[in-house]
């Protein structure tokens, strides 16, 4: 079996195998916009003589991390391998190479999000953001006395509104760590509405705020359920706004959403117990590859001194002062001791420090230090992943 990068021929056989994998053939004209963020050698395939049986590429993203700085990101996506070839080492194989395509391209982060959570922790990956989905019976739905009503809500045309949409996404991306910058051909993508993306539902529908948008579809007839496609806010009056006008929709029974495990939802109605959580899971997974450059980059809550040993990483002194880190190789003594994943998990400040030491995989002898390593990396914002990929 021979790896290599791919060449324009091969993009047929691409299509059948991540097809044949993920178990849905995608438009031609949606893995043409996803191939227009595939950089030159970025996209690897494996053959066993003509036949292409793995095949991986890595998008240019970019993401949003906590304290507002957006870092050039590798996004791994399309991985698939043939059926009758797995469990032989190629997606190890192709992953070798990302990697070190991705170093040399001098990329800092590497990004995915994952098909089963058991694939990824080995090659150095971490759940970065969490993400639950949530259904909330309207009928019932209440607004507090206190939550305003600050209105502004017009239904609208989707295709009539994407650069309306496009510029408070971006609004939104910019203050939201996981926020990743959209192109205009994933714009085009998603707001081509094509049949075989709906899910077995409606065409799209639109509520639009001035700082804040709805897509959503209608599943089902009798009762007839919403479902949130995108919920973009960019302030919390038009958070509130957009909740008043869905939870206002008369004939729907339900309204469903894949939210962030912090949403306010909850918070806004005098039964709270009517927001209910129907599923959960990872969402944006991250392989911190330039871990000086990633650590600087972003903001942090408190200062701290501390020597951080990270398996396959290396050894750093990170100096926290009013909120901005220098981080630089060391050979002090470590403080803590963790995986490159458990980094990657920390990194947007999604997941604590607190739980991987119980779990031994972060490790100090100082169990102060590692509350206030916890303290240091909490988001101040909740992360939440721009968009799948
Ligand atoms: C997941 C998939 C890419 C694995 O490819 P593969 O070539 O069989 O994987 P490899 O043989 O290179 O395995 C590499 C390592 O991952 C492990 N692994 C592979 N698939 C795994 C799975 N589904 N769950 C847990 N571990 C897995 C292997 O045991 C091996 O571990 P080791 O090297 O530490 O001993 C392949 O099964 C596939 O195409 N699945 C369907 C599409 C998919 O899920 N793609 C991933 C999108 S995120």
């Not at 194989?93 to 080995?122: C, F, K, N, V, W």
């Not at 309306?164 to 203050?175: G, N």
């Not at 709906?198 to 959503?216: Q, T």
């Not at 963790?338 to 604590?352: C, P």
């Amino acid at each position: 079996m021979t790896l290599a990068p791919s060449t324009d021929a091969d993009w047929t056989a691409m299509a059948l195998l991540g097809g044949t994998a993920f178990g849905e053939i995608g438009h031609p004209d949606s893995l043409a916009a996803w191939r227009t963020m595939v950089p030159d050698g970025g996209a690897l395939v494996v053959r066993d003589g003509d036949d292409v049986v793995g095949q991986c590429f890595y998008l240019n993203l970019s993401l949003t991390v906590s304290g507002g700085a957006v870092l050039p990101t590798a996004g791994i996506s399309f991985v698939a391998v043939a059926p009758t070839h797995r469990r032989r080492g190629i997606l190890r194989m192709m992953y070798t190479e990302l990697h070190r395509r991705i170093a040399d391209a001098g990329l800092p982060i590497a990004a995915l999000t994952a098909s089963e959570g058991g694939i990824y922790g080995r090659f150095g990956y971490g759940p970065a953001t969490g993400k639950q989905l949530i259904t909330v019976d309207r009928r019932f739905a209440e607004f507090h006395a206190s939550v305003s009503d600050p209105g502004g809500v017009r239904l609208v045309k989707p295709t009539e509104h994407r650069d309306v949409f496009a510029e408070i996404y971006d609004r939104w991306r910019l203050q939201t760590p996981g926020g990743l910058q959209r192109p205009s051909a994933l714009w085009d993508d998603l707001l081509a509405d094509r049949e075989n993306t709906r899910d077995g539902c409606s065409e799209l529908f639109a509520f639009v705020h001035p700082d804040g948008y709805v897509l959503y579809r209608v599943h089902g007839n009798d009762p007839m359920t919403i479902r949130i496609w995108e919920l973009v806010a960019a302030t919390t009056d038009a958070q509130v706004a957009l909740w008043r006008a869905l939870l206002g929709m008369d004939l729907m029974e339900k309204v469903n959403i894949w939210t962030h495990p912090d949403d306010v939802l909850p918070q806004l109605l005098t039964n709270p117990r009517l927001v209910r959580v129907t599923n959960s899971t990872d969402d944006l997974w991250l392989r911190i590859m330039d871990i000086p450059a990633a650590l600087e980059a972003r903001g942090y809550q408190e200062d701290l001194d501390v020597v951080l040993q990270v398996a396959d990483g290396g050894r750093f002194a990170l100096q926290i002062r009013d909120g901005r880190a220098r981080c630089t190789p060391t050979d002090a003594p470590a403080d803590v001791a963790l995986d490159l994943d458990v980094l990657g998990s920390l990194y947007l400040g999604g997941y604590r420090a607190e739980g991987f030491a119980t779990a031994n995989r972060l490790r100090s002898n100082d169990s102060a230090l590692i509350r206030r390593l916890g303290g240091a990396f909490a988001g101040e914002v909740p992360a939440v992943l721009g968009y799948g990929f």
